[in-house]
Nanobody
Framework: QVQLMESGGGLVQPGGSLRLSCASS????????MGWYRQAPGKQRELVAQ???????NYADSVKGRFTISTDTAQNTFYLQMNSLKPDDTAVYYC???????????WGKGTLVTVSS
């Protein structure tokens, strides 16, 4: 069973930066879509950034120009670099891998990002 593990969350001041990592316990076969989602208190989970094998990344409008998703396939890891953080970015961030073959979804347990002075 594939397991995803996020790391890198924490408390940061407005304007600061964090880098989240999502490591997979094993290589996931075939074409896949890797993404970061977040859920703020009292709100629905929303897509933050997404990248598919061989494609350009997509970002939510609220994070464009501030967040960057990247992958390291050799390490079965992908990242979310978050710059110019705002209090509205406070949420639990989840990583997701959608495996096209078999239409399977894998989720991490989440990592809390708090942006506050």
């Amino acid at each position: 069973q594939v397991q995803l593990m996020e790391s890198g969350g924490g408390l940061v001041q407005p304007g600061g930066s964090l880098r989240l990592s999502c490591a997979s316990s094993e290589d996931i076969f075939g074409i896949k879509v890797m993404g970061w989602y977040r859920q703020a208190p009292g709100k629905q989970r929303e897509l933050v950034a997404q990248i598919a094998d061989g494609s350009s990344p997509n970002y939510a409008d609220s994070v464009k120009g501030r967040f960057t998703i990247s992958t390291d396939t050799a390490q079965n890891t992908f990242y979310l670099q978050m710059n110019s953080l705002k209090p509205d970015d406070t949420a639990v961030y989840y990583c997701n891998v959608h495996q096209i073959f078999g239409n399977l979804d894998y989720w991490g347990k989440g990592t809390l990002v708090t942006v506050s002075s």
